[in-house]
């Protein structure tokens, strides 16, 4: 059998979007990779392929200031310069995304089809995304509940015309339009990962996962790595040194990493406002 | 009517006025002529060429494209030429010209400016580089504000080496200083600024001219400052640097510093890089993405201004 670092060479040129919604497992899944390529995790040195709505690889590629483009001048091009970007790689890549599938002004996916390999998209229960999505943005449960319930929800958008932030602004759409603008489209293969079962069988999980992207691993390098990338390991080690990836106004990045935790945090209110709004998507995942 | 400016110290003219760059009038002979023209990008098999997704270039000319906005050439070491887009303002234009065009052009003419910001205190310059974003132009403000400094650069520095005092030293070429809507108040503790206004629609920087603020004469270069990011939560490392490494990590500062070679410019870059640290402090200072801005400016006034 072929390394894994042969494989992904061979695959070299293309991408496979780690996408999700905020809070719902990519960083863990993130840790598992380089855990599998490397032999070790350190969070601060997560060697997976960047994140797409990188500012640096943006101006990178077109050798402008993209801080000095709106956003949809932004999105005109985002397409464009990752198959530029893909044409250098060395590998095939891992790409973390938090955008949902959508389209420029010319009705163009921002994600083109033709350099993409799979999207591997991890979902979790919103009910339990709420809170750490609270914590994670340093709000209140309310504020993150109006920001998943929002149809045009974004990331790391600032208004009226800043553009500061290292990375592009990323449209979610809420959190049903992020899955649902995922699961529907038809252009790139999807690959769906539910966090509450690879809590549970996380070796199962990762390893059908990587078979679907079309790479052969072993299930003991799956078990080791899972055991290099467990939840505990990872939460110890940002107490002992930090987590760059963390806002800096909260105490942790890794919380409680509990499916159904919801039950000690949300109130009945939040619940029935959480659900209603998501019903369908929630029962279309087997949450409800 | 021919409008003559001084960019970077190259004398430019053109038949149109620069937005509101200042006219510098001489009877001196253009050494760089921008022309409008109609363009196209450059045919796709053209040997020892880089193609990218909105640039095409070699050792001759560098063509940009930024879309919906302007098409950019840059011929030889003394030609632009630019083509306005269909819904474009010359203010638009004049934006990417003044950013990564005129930085080609420089290249091309061993003029290799720094993507950094630079201050005086008194006779002593001090320079800051760092990459979009990182601080550059809200410390130069912050150090005029509020510890008496004087602004010379705020995004890119060209050093000049003077053989009298054999040194490298720095004067400002850009006269204008650009800030986010958010730090424009420092503006108002400043003497000599103008009134700011956007530099694009829909994009919230203002540009102030700083023409009554700048200091006429060059300024010997006393320190460079490199900002990096660094892996850490919330952690502000320092270092000075010395020998070979000086050279590395300043290299990696120079304004586009990765066309360089594929502009046929490598090695003049390589010796301008390694007589500029020769007779000056290097230091590097990294930041974490959380590290708070008015922290990053505290911990680099207390560390290395005193």
Redesign the interface.
Known sequence: MKSLTEQLHAMRGKVVWMASYPKSGNTWFRCFMEALLTGKVDINQINTDGIFSSRALFDGVTDIDSRMLDEEEVKLRLAQVYRSHLQFAQRLEFTKVHDAYSCDRRGEPIFPSDVSHKVIYLVRNPLDVVASFANHNSSTVEQAIRLMNKPNGYLARQKNGLNINNQLPQLMYSWSGHVESWLNQKKIEVILMRYEDTKQDPVGNFHRALTEVGLKVTKKKVREAVALAKFDRLKKMEEEVGFREKNSKVKSFFRSGKSGGYKDELTSEQIKLMTSQHRKVMKRLRYL | MIYQYTVYGLRVACRFKLSDYPQSPTDLPPEVVIRKRKLQRPPEDLPQTVY????VFNADFYF?E???IARYLVEGSDRIYLEKLDGATWGDVF??LF??VFTIMLIKNERFVFHASAVAFGRQAIMFCA???MGKSTLAASLAANRGARIIEDDKCLLQYNRRSSAFQIRNHFPFIEL???QTGFTKKISGIGKGRL??K????FRFPIDQHVLSRATRLHKIVLIN???????IEYEQLTGIQKVQAVKNFSH?D??VNALGKGRAHFRAISDIVKGVEVHRVSK?????LSKFIKFIEDEIID
């Open positions: 990218k997704p909105y640039s940009l930024v879309s919906h934006t990417f950013d990564s990459g979009g974003g986010w809507r958010p530099v694009r829909n994009i919230a920087k990011m660094n892996q850490m939560e919330d952690k586009l990765h066309l974490s993405r959380t590290t708070k």
